[in-house]
């Protein structure tokens, strides 16, 4: 072979060479995508920096929840060899022993990277510790934030926060396994703008996943922005005092301001203080409270339907006036009741017969027997199953038998029963004589105290309300939701109000089923009621607004097995509307005796274990 | 006639280029992100500006001596590094597994960077003496002895790196005679290699058999070339079912396992299907390969040298901004392993720009050394260029995952003083002898 052509051939390899070289090389690089991001995931660690969650105020702008910083010492055990631990062993406050003993425990994980060495630190020490920690290179303060409520109530408002599940960590991206969340209340709810947007910081990580650095000089950095801080629309003075009225009572309280919907508070009873479910006692305290055989963690104003007895009768009047069943002057005998063949409804002792102001006034049985069954058996309708579609879509309009749409987690809709249920029981050509006892509040009606309080809003707007709700404003531009805003027309005429509200205002003057407890100074406009139910004693319910003119709070109470509805919702709602009315005019000239009486009157009973069979 | 100096600046240039590259390549891969001195000479992108400085020393020295000396002492560097590779066969002090360094204070020497220089001056010595040619059993004896006994020394050091590197001599002699049939065979001889362990023997036998018995249906009746087939396939299939046997028994079980890295291959399934061939020749299955660390101890370096150059995609994170490199994921990048810097800060283009720059500095190497009129020189240019166009291609094959993990440097790029200092050498003296070739002319013929 002649030895040029070798040099030719020779120079043909390095061609070949460079051509193969820059094929790998393009493989590698540009087709083959994986080793770009195993890049992006072996030599990085993302740091995700938590924002801090946005805090509660109540609607005068006093703080409900906050965020309580935590400090942990840490250790990073591989750089504690030149440490200086007499120093470090002064500042905690331990021994060396006890020192050796935590790095010990420290370097069990990984000694290269940091663990807690001191969980907790004293705000003393923790204030003290940080203008020297920079001499110590292997010790770092870690600081992590808890929720502290300010209260002791208004557990079912405020909520609780929690780790997110698994299904939420599935369903939403945003969370990680660890994170928190909100469970319950207002920290669920409004969970999205209390949360803040987390920022992460991606650092440069060797193979020993120690920090080198920023990675992509902090090409994918971003900052963390802060929760919006939320303003509830809550009273918390009131909701406070309706928890002390509520004390050794089973029961709820839901009061609303009319015309803005706003909710000034919930009460439930019992109750649970919202700091036992914070930091590391929540597990050990939540299975606590769920095993309570009275069940304080059920938020009884939205989710127990209860039958509304007496007050439904409002509702009833103003469908049988719009339906032009009834007018104002429309009267009705009572014989101490309605009967009709074997069928009896009782009534007790009142004037016969009453005109709608006064079948108000003296919440008359027999009246509403004959309204419902003139609703029912309206011959503007072909059947009574027709009459009745159109009695729940009235009902539907005043927010009862549907979901409200409060802001708040787990609301129930009550009960109100489809025209096929009645089928189902009595036939399919079932009479209104079937369903009467629904004309009084009794029966297959249940309403919560919310939907009772949002009757009284109603009747307080003459036709129409704002979906109630427990947040004012968020954020820093102090905006409401477009949602609360809105106005929900009932389907009844304005006119058709000014006599239910007279025959309101008659229920809590003397002669009225309320007027023993008439506030004087306030005009109250209430109903009462008394509900039949099939545990023990009846409910004692009450639901009004005050004043009459221009309303400012609408209230509903419910005691479980009060008795009467005069007997405690009553005298409860009015001290609840003479605290919230007369604290305003800095005057609390409130009937101590009355609110004595309330506070220290107990029904409940000791309560036994029961039995654990099987 | 008046002496010029005509030293050739292109190839001048694009050494300073490369080395410069290195330096920032070094200085890249082995800072961290806290340090920002440019210069900390306890870092090793520090020590490197050592060397480069020690290395511009000695080219200016290589360049002041008389052209002469180098034909003249050809043979005693020779047997100086020979000698000084016995000593550290005898008192060589450990150093990851290899006992290849002299340590002189603070400073290690290693002999065997500077074997390869020797070897080229003591076979272009040789080879380069008038009359005498790569022909007859006793020139050739010679002129393979002179490459395989420091070959055999570096080996016995357990240098395997630095021992193959001793076979890119073998584009000298082609050069200077070898047929290229030669060549052609061990082509053949690695496919073969190769499919054996791939695919099961037989399978390859047979495969080869049908070839030949095509080839041999197709040239019918010459004769010569009928036996010349037949004793192909003999010798093929000794090959073939000894290989097993040589490839456990020989090889040791890191290169074994570097081998089967780069075919894909999983190391134990592999010794699973060779149990029978193990057992035949009596063979104990190399230890420390647990299920669980085998392949993945074997595959981290070009997993994460695969890795860390893919992260570089069209145009690379810059330089100093490669992730894989500044978080020190690839395990001795600044010295073996230099390409994934490359690869990571420089993406696609910048390497391309790199291996073809590179590729045309050996090229110019090689045209120098075609042009040289006189034997010694030719064949010294020869060796230069081969032992980095070996050099180049093992180590770039090696970060590509293309080829086992051998461990040996980038010329001009990896970090080391010893390598550096060696190639400039190599280099310059070659450069030198370039560059009195028009001095040659007047004097020799």
């Given at each position: 072979?002649?030895?040029?052509?070798?040099?030719?051939?020779?120079l043909?390899?390095?061609?070949?060479?460079?051509i193969?070289?820059?094929?790998r090389l393009?493989?590698?690089?540009?087709?083959?995508?994986?080793?770009?991001?195993?890049?992006?995931?072996?030599?990085?660690?993302?740091?995700?920096?938590?924002?801090?969650?946005?805090?509660?105020l109540?609607?005068?702008?006093?703080?409900l929840?906050?965020?309580?910083?935590?400090?942990?010492l840490?250790?990073?055990?591989?750089?504690?060899?030149?440490?200086?631990?007499?120093?470090?062993?002064k500042?905690?406050?331990?021994?060396?022993?006890?020192y050796?003993?935590?790095?010990?425990?420290?370097?069990?994980?990984?000694?290269?990277?940091?663990?807690?060495?001191?969980?907790?630190?004293?705000y003393?020490?923790?204030t003290?510790?940080?203008?020297?920690i920079?001499?110590?290179?292997?010790?770092?303060?870690?600081?992590?934030?808890?929720?502290?409520?300010?209260?002791?109530?208004?557990?079912?408002?405020l909520?609780?926060?929690?780790?997110?599940?698994?299904?939420?960590?599935?369903?939403?991206?945003?969370?990680?396994?660890?994170?928190?969340?909100?469970?319950?209340?207002?920290?669920?709810?409004?969970?999205?703008y209390?949360?803040?947007?987390?920022?992460?910081?991606?650092?440069?990580v060797?193979?020993f996943?120690?920090?080198?650095?920023?990675?992509?000089?902090?090409?994918?950095?971003?900052?963390?922005?802060?929760?919006?801080?939320?303003?509830?629309?809550?009273?918390?003075?009131?909701?406070?005092?309706?928890?002390?009225?509520l004390?050794?009572?089973?029961?709820?309280?839901?009061a609303?301001e009319?015309?803005?919907?706003?909710?000034?508070?919930?009460?439930?009873?019992?109750?649970?203080?919202?700091?036992?479910?914070?930091?590391?006692?929540?597990?050990?305290?939540?299975?606590?409270?769920?095993?309570?055989?009275?069940?304080?963690?059920?938020?009884?104003?939205?989710?127990?339907?209860?039958?509304?007895?007496?007050?439904?009768?409002?509702?009833?009047?103003?469908?049988?006036?719009?339906?032009?069943?009834?007018?104002?002057?429309?009267?009705?005998?009572?014989f101490?009741g309605?009967?009709?063949?074997?069928?009896?409804?009782?009534?007790?002792?009142?004037?016969s017969?009453?005109?709608?102001?006064?079948?108000?006034k003296?919440?008359?049985?027999a009246?509403?027997?004959?309204?419902?069954?003139?609703?029912?058996?309206?011959?503007?309708?072909?059947s009574?199953?027709?009459a009745?579609?159109?009695?729940?879509?009235?009902?539907?309009?005043f927010?009862?038998?549907?979901?409200?749409?409060?802001d708040?987690?787990?609301?129930?809709?009550?009960?109100?029963?489809?025209?096929?249920?009645?089928?189902?029981?009595?036939?399919?050509?079932?009479?209104?004589?079937?369903?009467?006892?629904?004309?009084?509040g009794?029966?297959?009606?249940g309403?919560?105290?919310?939907?009772?309080?949002?009757?009284?809003?109603?009747?307080?707007?003459?036709?129409?309300?704002?979906?109630?709700?427990?947040?004012?404003?968020?954020?820093?531009?102090?905006?409401?939701?477009?949602?609360?805003?809105?106005?929900?027309?009932?389907?009844?005429?304005?006119?058709?109000?000014?006599?239910?509200?007279?025959?309101?205002?008659?229920?809590?003057?003397?002669?009225?089923?309320?007027?023993?407890?008439?506030?004087?100074?306030?005009?109250?406009?209430?109903?009462?009621?008394?509900?039949?139910?099939?545990?023990?004693?009846?409910?004692?319910?009450?639901?009004?607004?005050a004043?009459r003119?221009?309303?400012?709070?609408?209230?509903?109470?419910?005691?479980?097995?009060?008795?009467?509805?005069?007997?405690?919702?009553?005298?409860?709602?009015?001290?609840?509307?003479?605290?919230?009315?007369?604290?305003?005019?800095?005057?609390?000239?409130?009937?101590?005796?009355?609110?004595?009486?309330?506070?220290?009157?107990?029904?409940?009973?000791?309560?036994?274990?029961?039995?654990?069979?099987? | 006639?008046?002496?010029?100096?005509?030293?050739?600046?292109?190839?001048?240039?694009?050494?300073?280029?490369?080395?410069?590259?290195?330096?920032?390549?070094?200085?890249?891969?082995?800072?961290?992100?806290?340090?920002?001195?440019?210069?900390?000479f306890?870092?090793?992108?520090?020590?490197?500006i050592?060397?480069?400085?020690?290395?511009?020393?000695?080219?200016l020295?290589?360049?002041?001596?008389?052209?002469?000396f180098?034909?003249?002492?050809?043979?005693?560097?020779?047997?100086?590094?020979i000698?000084?590779?016995l000593?550290?066969?005898?008192?060589?002090?450990?150093?990851?597994?290899?006992?290849?360094?002299?340590?002189?204070?603070?400073?290690?020497?290693?002999?065997?960077?500077?074997?390869?220089?020797?070897t080229?001056?003591?076979?272009?010595?040789?080879?380069?003496?008038?009359?005498?040619?790569?022909?007859?059993?006793?020139?050739?004896?010679?002129?393979?002895?002179?490459v395989?006994?420091?070959?055999?020394?570096?080996?016995?050091?357990?240098?395997?790196?630095s021992?193959?590197?001793?076979?890119?001599?073998?584009?000298?002699?082609?050069?200077?005679?070898?047929?290229g049939?030669?060549?052609?065979?061990?082509?053949?001889?690695?496919?073969?290699?190769?499919?054996?362990?791939?695919?099961?023997?037989?399978?390859?036998?047979?495969?080869?058999?049908?070839?030949?018995?095509?080839?041999?249906?197709?040239?019918?009746?010459?004769?010569?070339?009928?036996?010349?087939?037949?004793?192909?396939?003999?010798?093929?299939?000794?090959?073939?079912?000894?290989?097993?046997?040589?490839?456990?028994?020989?090889?040791q079980?890191?290169?074994?396992q570097?081998?089967?890295?780069t075919?894909?291959q999983?190391?134990?399934?592999?010794?699973?299907?060779?149990?029978?061939?193990?057992?035949?020749?009596?063979?104990?299955?190399?230890?420390?390969?647990?299920?669980?660390t085998?392949?993945r101890?074997?595959?981290?370096?070009?997993?994460?040298?695969?890795?860390?150059?893919g992260?570089?995609?069209?145009?690379?994170?810059?330089?100093?901004?490669?992730?894989?490199t500044?978080?020190?994921?690839?395990?001795?990048?600044?010295?073996?392993?230099?390409?994934?810097?490359i690869?990571?800060?420089?993406?696609?283009?910048?390497?391309?720009?790199?291996?073809l720059?590179?590729?045309?500095?050996?090229g110019?190497?090689?045209?120098?050394?075609?042009?040289?009129?006189?034997?010694?020189?030719?064949?010294?240019?020869?060796?230069t260029?081969?032992?980095?166009?070996?050099?180049?291609?093992?180590?770039?094959?090696?970060?590509?995952?293309?080829?086992?993990?051998?461990?040996?440097?980038?010329?001009?790029?990896?970090?080391?003083?010893?390598?550096?200092?060696?190639f400039?050498?190599?280099?310059?003296?070659?450069?030198?002898?370039?560059?009195?070739?028009?001095?040659?002319?007047?004097?020799?013929?």
């Open positions: 072979m002649d030895k040029s052509r070798k040099f030719f051939i020779i043909l390899c390095l061609i070949l060479l460079g193969i070289f820059i094929t393009y493989f590698l690089q540009i087709v083959d995508t994986s080793n770009y991001y195993k890049a992006q995931a072996y030599g990085s660690n993302e740091i995700i920096i938590h924002p801090p969650r946005g805090t509660i109540d609607r005068k702008g006093q703080l929840v906050f965020n309580d910083a935590l400090y942990d840490m250790v990073v055990p591989d750089k504690t060899i030149d440490s200086d631990k007499d120093a470090i062993c500042e905690l406050n331990i021994d060396t022993l006890d050796f003993k935590r790095i010990k425990k420290a370097s069990r994980y990984n000694s290269r990277q940091a663990s807690v060495f001191y969980k907790n630190l004293p003393k020490v923790f003290r510790l940080q203008e020297v920079h001499l110590y290179p292997a010790f770092y303060i870690e600081e992590k934030i808890d929720r502290r409520y300010n209260i002791n109530g208004a557990a079912h408002l909520g609780y926060l929690g780790e997110v599940s698994e299904k939420v960590v599935k369903d939403q991206p945003y969370y990680k396994p660890g994170d928190i969340i909100g469970i319950a209340g207002m920290e669920k709810s409004y969970e999205v209390l949360r803040g947007i987390k920022g992460r910081r991606v650092v440069l060797d193979k996943s120690r920090q080198q650095g920023s990675f992509a000089k902090g090409k994918f950095d971003s900052l963390p922005i802060s929760g919006q801080n939320i303003i509830s629309s809550i009273d918390i003075d009131l909701q406070k005092f309706g928890e002390q009225l004390t050794n009572k089973i029961g709820s309280i839901v609303i009319p015309q803005t919907g706003e909710i000034l508070s919930i009460v439930n009873s019992p109750n649970y203080d919202p700091n036992l479910l914070v930091g590391q006692e929540r597990n050990k305290n939540f299975s606590r409270l769920l095993l309570d055989p009275r069940k304080p963690l059920f938020n009884r104003a939205l989710k127990a339907p209860y039958p509304p007895g007496s007050t439904f009768k409002l509702v009833q009047a103003l469908i049988g006036l719009q339906e032009g069943v009834i007018e104002p002057s429309t009267t009705f005998p009572c101490g309605y009967r009709m063949g074997s069928l009896k409804v009782g009534c007790h002792a009142h004037p017969p009453l005109d709608l102001e006064n079948s108000i003296n919440s008359c049985n009246y509403y027997c004959h309204l419902y069954r003139g609703i029912l058996d309206n011959p503007k309708y072909n009574v199953q027709d009745y579609d159109k009695w729940t879509e009235y009902l539907r309009s927010g009862i038998g549907i979901k409200i749409g409060i708040l987690p787990e609301e129930s809709s009550g009960i109100i029963k489809k025209k096929e249920y009645f089928a189902k029981v009595f036939g399919k050509n079932w009479r209104s004589a079937n369903v009467v006892s629904m004309s009084i009794q029966g297959e009606v309403l919560t105290p919310l939907q009772m309080a949002n009757v009284a809003a109603i009747v307080a707007n003459k036709g129409w309300f704002i979906t109630p709700h427990v947040v004012k404003n968020i954020g820093d531009y102090q905006t409401k939701l477009d949602e609360f805003l809105k106005k929900r027309q009932t389907m009844i005429d304005k006119h058709h109000f000014d006599t239910i509200i007279s025959g309101m205002s008659k229920v809590c003057l003397p002669g009225g089923t309320a007027g023993r407890t008439a506030i004087p100074g306030i005009s109250i406009c209430g109903k009462t009621g008394t509900a039949q139910n099939p545990h023990g004693k009846d409910h004692s319910i009450f639901i009004a607004f004043p003119e221009n309303p400012k709070i609408a209230i509903c109470v419910i005691i479980e097995n009060g008795g009467f509805g005069a007997a405690f919702a009553a005298p409860i709602a009015n001290l609840m509307i003479e605290r919230y009315l007369k604290l305003d005019k800095d005057s609390p000239s409130l009937r101590l005796d009355l609110l004595e009486r309330m506070m220290k009157s107990s029904l409940l009973e000791p309560t036994i274990p029961k039995p654990t069979t099987n | 006639m008046e002496e010029k100096f005509h030293i050739d600046w292109f190839t001048v240039i694009m050494y300073i280029a490369i080395v410069t590259f290195g330096a920032v390549n070094i200085y890249s891969a082995n800072n961290t992100l806290e340090n920002h001195f440019l210069f900390d306890k870092m090793e992108y520090g020590k490197q050592i060397w480069l400085i020690a290395s511009g020393i000695i080219v020295l290589v360049l002041l001596t008389d052209y002469k180098f034909n003249f002492s050809a043979y005693g560097i020779y047997v100086i590094i000698i000084m590779l000593v550290l066969l005898a008192t060589g002090t450990f150093n990851k597994g290899a006992q290849a360094w002299f340590k002189i204070g603070s400073f290690k020497l290693q002999p065997s960077e500077f074997a390869k220089y020797a080229a001056l003591a076979l272009a010595k040789f080879l380069g003496t008038f009359d005498i040619k790569f022909e007859g059993k006793r020139n050739i004896s010679i002129a393979l002895g002179i395989f006994l420091p070959m055999l020394l570096t080996l016995a050091q357990n240098d395997t790196g021992a193959l590197v001793f076979v890119s001599f073998i584009i000298v002699l082609f050069r200077e005679g070898l047929s049939w030669w060549l052609v065979l061990g082509f053949y001889l690695v496919v073969i290699f190769v499919l054996t362990i791939l695919y099961p023997s037989l399978y390859v036998l047979a495969v080869v058999l049908t070839i030949i018995l095509i080839f041999i249906y197709f040239i019918k009746r010459q004769r010569q070339l009928i036996w010349l087939s037949i004793l192909v396939f003999v010798l093929t299939s000794i090959f073939v079912l000894s290989l097993d046997y040589l490839f456990i028994k020989v090889l079980p890191h290169q074994q570097r081998i089967l890295v075919l894909n999983d190391v134990d399934e592999y010794y699973e299907s060779k149990a029978s061939a193990i057992s035949l020749f009596k063979v104990e299955k190399p230890v420390n390969q647990s299920k669980s085998s392949k101890d074997y595959s981290y370096n070009v997993r994460q040298s695969k890795i860390s150059i992260a570089g995609r069209w145009f690379g994170n810059g330089f100093n901004n490669g992730t894989q500044k978080a020190k994921l690839v395990p001795e990048q600044h010295t073996d392993f230099i390409f994934c810097t690869g990571e800060e420089y993406g696609f283009v910048g390497s391309t720009l790199f291996i720059v590179y590729l045309l500095f050996i110019r190497i090689f045209f120098l050394a075609e042009r040289q009129k006189n034997a010694f020189s030719r064949i010294f240019g020869y060796s260029g081969s032992i980095l166009l070996f050099h180049f291609f093992i180590n770039i094959g090696m970060a590509m995952g293309l080829l086992p993990v051998i461990g040996i440097p980038l010329p001009y790029m990896s970090y080391g003083g010893s390598s550096l200092i060696s400039s050498m190599l280099l310059f003296t070659f450069l030198k002898l370039d560059a009195n070739r028009v001095n040659e002319l007047t004097r020799f013929y």
